[in-house]
């Protein structure tokens, strides 16, 4: 019997070294709290995505709090604070996170709860994972589709979302109150066919950027042509 125990003992620290060997060259960080003790553990390449080094003193909650933004943190705590009560299933975000050395990296957080009825108390897992490079060519994108291809400006699209938002925003708060200013430039034909179509080209960007250099800081001057 005893060699029996002895050979699953033996089994299991393998199978446990096998999974921190695997863990130890993923890209993603490794989590887990255990509703046991309430404490956090990172996994080191957890530890390297939050900026620490990887067999650092495993930070605070208040410490990772501090790495994003106060609103980002309530959203996250509190999901994640459900997932441990039992009220929903899983947790999946992206965050924007500040390291100790100042550096701004994007990560996506996942984590799940164990089933409540294997424990007697809750288990929740997860993993970190650095989306940084394909965030910024997201956010990249998205700003090349609201900007006009000749003037640099912001485009329609710019123009309807910030219209939205500010009319949203009156429903709300009458003040500060905003209005629309509409500038339109004609006989573009002559200039084209007396200075040539870059100089017709040149002339509006040559407006608008004196028009830029005239706006206030919450002022949105569109290219609509």
């Known amino acids: ?35 046991s003790d309430h404490q956090l553990h990172l996994a080191p390449r957890a530890m390297e995505l939050l900026g620490y080094a990887a067999h650092a003193v495993t930070p605070s909650l208040a410490d990772l709090k501090a790495l994003t933004t106060a ?17 929903r299933l899983k947790v999946e975000s992206e965050v924007q996170i500040t390291h100790p050395g100042k550096q701004v990296r994007w990560l996506q957080v996942r984590a ?4 409540q009825e294997v424990r007697t108390s809750f288990l929740v897992a997860g993993s970190l994972c650095d989306i ?23 485009n ?15 429903s709300i708060a ?7 200013l509409y500038l339109d430039l004609d006989r573009f034909k002559v200039v084209n066919d007396s200075l040539g179509h870059p100089s017709g080209a040149d002339m509006p960007v040559a407006f608008t950027r004196r028009l830029a250099s005239r706006l206030g800081a919450d002022d949105l001057p569109p290219g609509l042509g």
Request: proline fraction near 4%; hydrophobic fraction near 45%.
């Open 71 to 87: 609103s980002e943190a309530a959203s996250l705590e509190r999901a994640l604070m459900e997932l441990c009560r039992g009220e």
């Open 1 to 35: 019997i005893g060699a029996r125990v002895n050979l699953k003992q033996l089994a299991l620290d393998r199978n446990g070294e096998a999974w921190a060997l695997a863990a130890s060259v993923a890209s993603d960080g490794l989590f887990y709290c255990d509703g």
């Open 174 to 180: 009458p003040t500060p109150l905003f209005a629309v």
């Open 156 to 170: 329609r699209v710019a123009l309807a979302e910030r219209l939205t938002a500010r009319i949203a925003r009156a």
């Open 112 to 115: 799940r709860r164990a089933p």
């Open 132 to 154: 940084d490079h394909r965030k910024h060519a997201e956010l990249a994108l998205r700003n090349a589709t609201r900007l006009d291809s000749l003037t640099g400006l912001p």
